[in-house]
DNA sequence: CGGTATCCTGGACGATACTG
DNA sequence: CAGTATCGTCCAGGATACCG
């Protein structure tokens, strides 16, 4: 493993584990990597956020570059989030780190 | 609430994130991973955390196993921080989050 | 359906001083 | 040197109600 990184360079890595590290943006980020879904859709997924939270973090994966949101016309209105190219590229990282989490971490887990 | 691990496989990375996403962690897993690390050496890389933050950091890192601390007798006190072999296999995985980031953030970027 | 608008609370983080 | 001990701030996240 190489360390000639500099100043900046060293948060890199933290700069990237902010775009993912809210609370619900890992489960959110899982489930739109099996294709795009419709908002209510994936408040259904996801039952113990409220609306307004679950709005903010898709807002910030959408800031982020990570998720796309597409508006279809029409009523009622129909919104979909997807994964965009550059969030797609992180879903083998992050399964990386999920095969490493199922490595270390075992019995029984806190959820909050 | 507890939960068993079954129940929430779906989260295993948020799990992990969990574990590294300490507004410092990354900063000290970067550090630790050059090798070991006495406390005020790596207070001094990193200037901008308060004693007690940068403590309770490495305590948290420490309960997750992924950062073993090692005392020596004696005065004065000499006390040693290193990575674990379980962290030691995140390296690698954090570094890719690293290539990532860097492939996908450019210009200037916020460190706080 | 897919949002806003308010209001509130816990806990992460910080500043500072003291100690074996 | 490597910590505790206090006290204070800020804001992410939650509860709830309303809207086009």
Partial sequence: MRH??????????K???N?????????????????AMRFTELWREIPRV???VLLEQLRQLESAGLVERTVQNGFPPEVTY???H???ELAPIL??????????IE??????
Avoid at 4 to 13: D, H, K, L, N, P
Avoid at 19 to 33: N, Q, V
Avoid at 95 to 104: G, I, N, P, S, T
């Fill in 4 to 13: 000639t990184y500099r100043e900046v360079e060293q948060c890199a890595t």
């Fill in 15 to 17: 700069v990237a584990l």
């Fill in 19 to 35: 775009l993912i590290s809210g609370k619900w943006k890992p489960i959110i980020f899982f489930h739109l990597s099996s294709g």
């Fill in 50 to 52: 409220s609306k307004k």
């Fill in 82 to 84: 997807q994964l965009t």
């Fill in 86 to 88: 550059k969030g797609a």
């Fill in 95 to 104: 399964y990386r780190l999920d095969q490493w989490a199922m490595r270390h």
């Fill in 107 to 112: 019995g029984v887990v806190q959820i909050s």
